[in-house]
């Protein structure tokens, strides 16, 4: 599915989770269990349910919602969460720096092209700069020129806010940016803000309503993705 809105984009602004790198289930799952863990709570997430619980974003969020789910009052499951998410940011941290999230296959290949061709890349996450950050730089270099994360802007997506600050940050018309994203709430605000958004689903997000975006890919490395960036950046 197509609907081509930009000829030559100015700009490209990436989504990471998912997106970027494969950080869900490997990593972000993996530091969720380890801070419930350490805790002494006998709360786990696999694989199954910790995809069902991406549809909310946001990791202190999602873990507010599983607690008061679970029983806890609204004001228990929020402070208890606020807790947990804290722990959680500093385990991902230390996944991060051991390696254990990578790019997704084609991420390079396309940031290398988009470089060399010229265009800005900017990021815009609902995750938190104290681990964003280093895993930006750590698996990918210098790259992007603009960063917004989670940690400064508080409406979290499908809120367009951290598109639109990208924006206003970069002074880029939306009409001349495209969006990367992989899940519906990502979808639904980049779109909200203006943008084109081409969609690249993985394994969690390949059943999302992504039926707002420009192309729906089969990831990264999806000819059809490839080839509608060599169609506007050649020549």
Not at 22 to 48: C, M
Not at 93 to 113: F, N, Q, T
Not at 121 to 132: C, F, K, L, S
Request: glycine content about 8%; proline content about 4%; charged content about 25%.
């Amino acid at each position: 599915m197509t609907r081509d809105r930009v000829s030559r984009p100015e700009a490209v602004i990436f989504d990471v989770d998912g997106t970027l790198v494969d950080s869900e289930r490997d990593g972000h799952r993996v530091a969720f269990n380890e801070a419930f863990a350490e805790a002494g709570l006998p709360d786990h997430w696999d694989i199954d349910t910790y995809g069902q619980l991406l549809k909310i974003t946001g990791g202190a969020r999602r873990l507010a919602f599983w607690l008061q789910d679970r029983g806890r009052s609204r004001a228990e499951a929020t402070q208890l969460a606020e807790r947990l998410h804290i722990r959680k940011t500093e385990i991902m941290r230390r996944l991060v720096a051991d390696g254990r999230v990578g790019a997704r296959p084609g991420a390079r290949e396309l940031i290398d092209s988009l470089a060399a061709n010229g265009v800005a890349m900017h990021v815009a996450t609902t995750g938190t700069r104290a681990w964003v950050e280093p895993l930006l730089d750590q698996v990918f270099g210098n790259r992007f020129h603009t960063v917004i994360t989670g940690t400064e802007v508080s409406d979290l997506k499908p809120s367009p806010a951290v598109y639109l600050e990208v924006l206003n940050r970069t002074g880029c018309p939306p009409g001349r940016a495209v969006a990367v994203e992989d899940s519906a709430n990502g979808v639904q605000a980049a779109v909200a803000a203006g943008l084109c958004c081409l969609a690249a689903y993985n394994s969690y997000t390949r059943t999302d309503d992504l039926s707002g975006a420009t192309l729906v890919a089969d990831g990264l490395t999806d000819p059809a993705l490839i080839e509608w960036f060599r169609d506007r950046l050649d020549g």
